[in-house]
């Protein structure tokens, strides 16, 4: 019998969005990196790189938060976990700020947001940090979504859990 929360989307026994989170932290971590190479330089690309990136994130964002709720929502395990109300929370202001954060660079054009919103980029990237922290907390210590088949007697070899 399973002791440790399971995730309920899975490709075989690999939990999907863990699949999905590096392209999460890969478009926020870049579009903060842009937005301090804009102010640094002046060049456009870089405002322009964030933005996009920024839309990405989003994108990303929604994928890996959809399943990531779909996993929350259905085991109870879960819910139970400290860390998985953090590890939401975070999300869903990182989420929120990022939404933020593209509107406003969309309404004032992209050099212009660059340098009106780094502070906005940078709170995504230390929610993203935090939020990082409380789901490899879940991983790494509560095993959520981990296929430990030293816990699954089910598909374990008698002779792996006996020691023989």
């Known amino acids: 019998m399973r002791t440790n929360p399971r995730s309920t989307v899975r490709i ?3 939990p999907v969005h863990p699949m999905l989170v590096p392209f999460v932290i890969a478009f926020y971590s870049a579009a ?11 060049h456009p690309f870089f405002a322009r790189a964030a933005f996009w990136l920024i839309g990405a994130g989003i994108v990303a964002s ?17 819910r139970r976990l400290s860390a998985a109300w953090w590890h939401l929370g975070a999300n ?5 700020v990022s939404i933020l954060d593209w509107i ?9 947001g660059s340098s009106a919103y780094i502070w906005l980029s940078l709170l995504a990237f230390l929610l993203l940090l935090f939020s990082g922290w409380k ?3 879940m991983v790494y210590r509560h095993r959520v979504g981990v296929s430990d088949p030293r816990l699954d007697f089910a598909k374990t070899p008698a002779g792996i859990i006996s020691g023989e």
């Open 12 to 14: 075989g026994d690999h």
């Open 32 to 42: 903060f990196a842009a937005d301090i190479g804009y102010d640094a330089s002046q």
């Open 62 to 78: 929604a994928a890996a938060g959809t399943l990531g709720l779909i996993d929350f929502l259905s085991d109870a395990a879960i």
């Open 92 to 96: 869903v202001a990182l989420s929120l």
């Open 104 to 112: 406003l660079r969309y309404r004032v054009g992209a050099d212009a």
């Open 135 to 137: 789901g490899g907390e």
